[in-house]
């Protein structure tokens, strides 16, 4: 168990500690509807800031969808329904209030899918793609920009010489870190991982996985993995869903070895899901 914090005044804890747990993703009473089908069912979680938070749990049990409500991906769909808060820190927008522009939510909110889905483009225009978007012509700056997101991406060595080449001719690896080189390229302030490891071999998982990690403290990082293990190795928080609701919520550590509630403790010892 954690000592609790002393009682202090906010500034000054802030300025004895830093790195004090901050959030930057805090659902409130958060609900999601497919329709008339309830998939999230008043949710209360908050996504410290920096940390990589893993969301597991039995298929069907709605973590994609939590996911996808991040950076507004329903709103592409008809008929999907927000309702309570999402509140993106620090400037205390409920970032699923349809009056928040998507568009500018997804700008702040990166994300790398199961399947690696570079567009039809070079190398380069996949990563430069969003930096195109928001306006930026300067070659010099996007020159630099793009090496620096694929060295971040550990790629920059394999495709330095080959820049012109579609991106789809790389490994499914490669590929992947492709996706998140373009992810990265526009400063997010947070990523989201859907299972993006789930189409890839051991040696590829491992090089997404180490980036995961490195990728914390940079951003705010969520990855859905139905992989446990890979849930214990890069996340430092996890949270355990079943039937659109969150069970339990606690460092990653105290989730894997001393689950609170049963049905946990079930799920994580493979007695279901
Ligand atoms: N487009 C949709 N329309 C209607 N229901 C949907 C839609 N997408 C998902 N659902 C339902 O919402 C619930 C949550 O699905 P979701 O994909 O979020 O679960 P999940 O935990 O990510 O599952 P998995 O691990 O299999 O990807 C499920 O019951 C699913 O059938």
């Not at 973590?63 to 769909?77: G, V």
Request: net charge positive.
């Amino acid at each position: 168990m954690r000592t609790p914090p002393p009682v202090v005044a906010a500034d000054a804890a802030a300025e004895a500690e830093p790195r004090a747990r901050r959030a930057k993703l805090r659902c409130r009473d958060f609900h999601f509807y497919y329709g008339d089908f309830h998939a999230l069912k008043g949710i209360n979680l908050s996504f410290e800031e920096g940390a990589v938070t893993a969301l597991i749990g039995p298929s069907g049990c709605g973590k994609s969808t939590l996911l996808r409500s991040f950076n507004r991906m329903h709103d592409l769909y008809p008929g999907t329904r927000y309702e309570g808060e999402v509140v993106m820190e620090p400037y205390g927008v409920n970032i699923v209030d349809r009056r928040v522009d998507a568009m500018a939510v997804r700008m702040r909110v990166g994300m790398v899918f199961q399947k690696p889905n570079p567009f039809p483009k070079s190398i380069y225009e996949n990563v430069a793609y969003g930096l195109r978007l928001r306006g930026e012509r300067r070659r010099a700056v996007l020159d630099e920009k793009v090496e620096a997101a694929l060295r971040g991406a550990a790629l920059w060595d394999e495709v330095k010489d080959r820049l012109r080449e579609p991106g789809t001719a790389l490994s499914g690896g490669q590929q992947q870190r492709l996706c998140i080189a373009r992810a990265m390229a526009t400063d997010p302030e947070v990523i989201l991982f859907d299972e993006p490891t789930s189409a890839l071999d051991p040696v590829a998982t491992a090089k997404i996985e180490d980036l995961v990690q490195q990728l914390a403290g940079r951003v705010t990082v969520v990855i859905v993995t139905h992989n446990m293990q890979q849930a214990a190795r890069v996340s430092q928080y996890t949270a355990f869903m079943y039937l659109g609701e969150v069970v339990e919520f606690g460092e990653t550590g105290q989730i894997f070895t001393a689950p609170r509630v049963q049905r946990t403790q079930d799920y994580i010892t493979g007695r279901f899901g």
